[in-house]
Nanobody, 129 residues
């Protein structure tokens, strides 16, 4: 199960941290991603982090959030995070976390919703002054 939290109202230019509690998986063997969906728009990939079964992992970000958002994983706490900095109005939407089991040694991740099998409920992010 995945449960996203941490959404809320944030002013433009400020920061917000989303959290995803993941149970039933060994996080080091899972790719984890954050997606968002704004009203009337398709769900889009925001960021992902690959499994870390060999101690090495990689991350990827949508161009629109590169340099502002940071994804991380705390396997001991069974959580993933999305640190959102310098938030913009276009960052508003419902944010979802998702995960998929990877093979040993996989160090890639993707930003397509089709690549992820397990999803949490969303958490709403509203950006307004």
């Amino acid at each position: 199960q995945l449960q996203a939290s941490g959404g809320g109202l944030v002013q433009p230019g400020r920061s917000l941290r989303l959290s995803c509690r993941i149970s039933g998986f060994t996080l080091n063997y899972n790719a984890i991603a954050w997606f968002r969906q704004a009203p009337g728009r398709e769900r889009e990939g925001v960021s992902c982090i690959s499994g870390a079964s060999t101690g090495v992992s990689s991350t990827d970000y949508a161009e629109s959030v590169k340099g502002r958002f940071v994804i991380s994983r705390d396997s001991a706490a069974n959580r993933a995070y999305l640190q959102m900095n310098t938030v913009k109005p276009e960052d508003a939407g419902i944010y979802y976390c998702a995960t998929v089991k990877q093979e040993y040694g996989d160090t890639w991740c993707g930003l397509s919703p089709r690549e992820y099998r397990h999803w949490g409920q969303g958490t709403q992010v509203t950006v307004s002054s």
